[in-house]
């Protein structure tokens, strides 16, 4: 009855109370719930975007780092495979016939600096001279080419002559290569001409202490004709250098994959250092492992307690024997304790009759 006239009294109260209200409240509820669910999905991107992000920085700089690592070791450890110097001969005039009357001869600066060449590392030092294919050359037959390795204070560090000629070729030989060669002769894109290459040093090598920085060149002819001449220094390299030379693409790669090994090794190891030291899991794991071993360092001592026990109390006699030892010692004690107390009240009766008979 009360609620028929309640119903009948508050209709819209009732019906926004029991109707409206509670689809309300589930929508706001499944709303809630929804946008909660997409924030938390949003979050999980954006960390996952963040997390890849980082990984791929990570991947970057690492692989730069063991490539900047193998360009640096590479120039550092492979030394300049050629080194090229013109030679400008100098000779002393005659006055009464024409041509020099002196061997031709030059200084070559090597290097202004301390040192040009890799100490420990051979070299080849030759010097080309380029030949006209006169008649004159044609006559002068061999002749001797000299080199001397100075260092900065002038002092000679190393000394060699070679000897060298002109190739032959017979007459007929250089008629036909003329004929055939007549219309770029005459044209200027071919002239006959011959170079000598002559290798001084084959395997040279430089001293640390008194580095090498000047070459004196001497032509042992004063009829030889030239119209240039040129010092070549090349490095002959053996083992890991040549490998490096010769197979660049090979060795860049093992050597770049190397460096990615270690550098992702030493990065691991820094991060497990950093992170798993300070996790959760690992917590738990050092707490089990604790727990483990305490439960077994007392099942240990239990065990030599026991055998202790065993070896001492070898039987059940003796062990009961023992046990009713301190029961008689508490029985006697009492005992004692009690005639102390009887001649202690015996002492005192004596000396209260002594006082009242005086």
């Not at 197979?247 to 691991?268: E, R």
Request: aromatic letters at 10%; one cysteine or more; glycine letters at 4%.
């Amino acid at each position: 009855m009360g609620l028929i006239t309640m119903i009948l009294m508050m209709p819209f109260e009732m019906m926004r109370g029991y109707f409206v209200q509670p689809v309300l409240d589930r929508m706001q509820h499944t709303y809630d719930d929804y946008r909660n669910r997409t924030t938390q999905g949003v979050i999980s991107a954006s960390e996952v975007m963040i997390k890849l992000a980082i990984l791929a920085l990570a991947a970057a700089v690492i692989i730069w780092m063991a490539v900047f690592m193998y360009i640096a070791f590479y120039y550092t450890y492979l030394p300049i495979i050629a080194h090229t110097r013109p030679v400008h001969m100098q000779f002393k005039p005659c006055d009464e016939i024409i041509g020099p009357c002196s061997f031709p001869q030059a200084h070559v600066l090597l290097t202004k600096k301390q040192q040009l060449l890799m100490v420990g590392q051979p070299y080849r030092i030759s010097i080309n001279i380029n030949m006209p294919e006169s008649e004159q050359n044609l006559r002068l037959g061999m002749f001797m080419v000299c080199a001397e390795m100075r260092d900065k204070g002038n002092q000679m560090r190393n000394h060699a002559c070679r000897s060298t000629m002109l190739h032959y070729r017979s007459d007929l030989a250089r008629t036909i290569s003329t004929l055939v060669m007549s219309p770029l002769i005459i044209f200027g894109f071919k002239e006959e001409i011959q170079q000598i290459a002559v290798e001084v040093f084959s395997s040279y090598e430089d001293d640390q202490e008194n580095p090498v920085t000047d070459v004196f060149v001497e032509i042992q002819s004063k009829q030889i004709q030239f119209y240039s001449v040129t010092l070549h220094i090349t490095a002959h390299f053996s083992g890991l250098r040549y490998i490096m030379f010769h197979w660049p693409i090979l060795s860049a790669s093992i050597g770049i994959g190397v460096n990615l090994f270690f550098i992702m090794t030493i990065s691991l190891l820094s991060w497990y250092h950093w992170y798993w030291t300070n996790s959760v899991w690992m917590e738990q794991t050092r707490e089990n492992l604790r727990q483990r071993s305490e439960e077994s360092r007392r099942k240990r001592a239990e065990l030599i307690s026991r055998s202790i026990e065993e070896k001492i109390f070898p039987d059940d006699e003796e062990i009961s024997i023992l046990e009713e030892k301190p029961i008689q010692r508490s029985i006697d004690d009492d005992s004692d304790i009690e005639e102390f107390e009887s001649g202690w009240s015996e002492s005192t009766e004596i000396k209260s009759i002594e006082t009242t008979s005086n």
